[in-house]
């Protein structure tokens, strides 16, 4: 397997503009994570889904986050309108059971000038 | 709540001599404990788990960590660190009962000096 996919690598976008990052989980893993990760407040957990369905998005940061799993083979996290402030290094996971080890993907580095 | 604490921010060690990265916990029930491993401008990767059984848990590259429930810690341990070594190391835990929330450490930079 190629591991967990994640589109673009780098994105540099102007303030207000909206930004879609991607992801494509483990064949046959259960659940997807998404991670924000910043030097000032490290790994983050924004959300998370079990068989395509949201569990708990209690650390998405505010409305203008907002993340979506329409398939067991993709996810996108939106940002809209984006901010400065949400310039870091954003991740997906996933794994076969809650239980199991997280495979994560290479990141996406946003940048919000 | 679960929570993850990695007291020191930096850890050198001199080339093959042994390496200790610390790790405490706080958790509800039992827990499941994991160490995972970032090299600069990767994803982070799975090196061990604990979730029952022997204390001692032997991972990938060498790496084994030791469970002690009355200290609540779960060390990450290499016998001989090599300058490869070098990168991000992340501690995390989850509770038994519960969602499936994983919750990091703030990661500790190891730097093995040759």
């Known amino acids: 397997d190629a591991g967990v996919i994640q589109s673009p690598r780098h994105e540099v976008t102007e303030m207000g503009q909206e930004v879609t990052l991607r992801c494509k989980p483990i064949s046959g893993h259960d659940y997807l994570f998404w991670y924000r990760q910043t030097m000032m407040r490290g790994l983050e957990l924004l959300i998370y889904f079990n068989n395509n369905v949201p569990i708990d998005d209690s650390g998405m940061p505010e409305d203008r986050f907002s993340a979506k799993m329409p398939n067991a083979s993709f996810s996108t996290l939106k940002i809209q309108p984006s901010e400065p402030r949400d310039s870091a290094v954003y991740f997906c996971?996933?794994?076969?059971?809650?239980?199991?080890?997280?495979?994560f993907g290479p990141g996406t580095r946003l940048t919000v000038t | 709540a679960q929570s993850v604490a990695q007291p020191e921010d930096q850890v050198n060690v001199a080339e093959g001599n042994p390496l200790t990265v610390k790790c405490t916990y706080s958790v509800s029930g039992n827990p499941y404990l994991f160490w995972y491993v970032q090299y600069p401008n990767r994803g982070l990767q799975f090196l061990l788990k604990y979730i029952t059984g022997d204390n001692l848990v032997k991972g990938s590259y060498g790496f084994e960590a030791e469970f002690n429930k009355s200290q609540t810690s779960f060390h990450l341990k290499k016998p001989s660190a090599l300058v490869s070594d070098s990168a991000l190391y992340f501690c995390?835990?989850?509770?038994?009962?519960?969602?499936?929330?994983?919750?990091f450490g703030k990661g500790n930079q190891v730097v093995v000096i040759p």
């Open positions: 995390a835990v989850r509770g038994f009962y519960g969602n499936n929330r994983l919750a």
């Open positions: 996971a996933s794994s076969l059971v809650g239980t199991d080890e997280q495979y």
